[in-house]
DNA sequence: TTGATATATAAACATATGTTCATATGTTTG
DNA sequence: CAAACATATGAACATATGTTTATATATCAA
């Protein structure tokens, strides 16, 4: 099924959405809608796993501001997080945020 | 090609964003990110084109705050509009956004 | 041209969000 | 245990956003 299919097969789905579920799914996007979050996402959809340190460099971001951001995310469940020693691996737990990026950004209008 | 092979093929789209289109995208996403804003997606999903009363009515909505949201999806190129005779009628411009409503609605973490 | 209908707009406000800075916490190593 | 490192947290602030209310504009019909 290619994303065209996609558009065309599911456009009831939302018309189903009951707004507890439209809070929801508004919640996440809204954590999403950030430039510096969508980097974040970006280098988690190749990367398996990243400490807050490897994130800063790959950006080019300050420490504290990448932690709140991460946390954001972590807070709505976009991410998930594991210490390994001195370090704390973020990991993408809510894998459809790549296919949203990912159609937006393919889109040609933009 | 399903969804899930989708985010595989195209893990490195979203690494290819430079921060123009990082910008336009996180600024689409954030338009969106609204329960309101996504019903009216969902209407104008399912609906050709809808006029601001059939909006309003349809959803509950208070004239006032329906036109301010469909001002600003317009603004942002997610809605286009035309006029006939009294009223205006609002259809879908970026059909994209349907895929990715489509898509966290699908979520089950959600 | 007046009234009714449909929609837009602007001001005012409350609330949410992003950022910075300073500091706290947790972990390892010597 | 102290120092160094990695990360989190909280306060303070500026800015952005959503909502309401009131009013303006545009179109049609009598």
Redesign the pocket.
Known sequence: MKVEEIQLNTEDIIGNLDSEKLEKVAFIL?TIA?P?RISIIGLLSVNDKL???DICEKLGS????T??H???MKLSGILG?V?E????FYYLKLKEVITVITCMNKCQLL
């Open positions: 809204k950030h510096m400490c807050v340190n300050e420490q504290s501001l932690s709140h991460l946390a954001n997080s210490r020693g001195k370090n704390i």
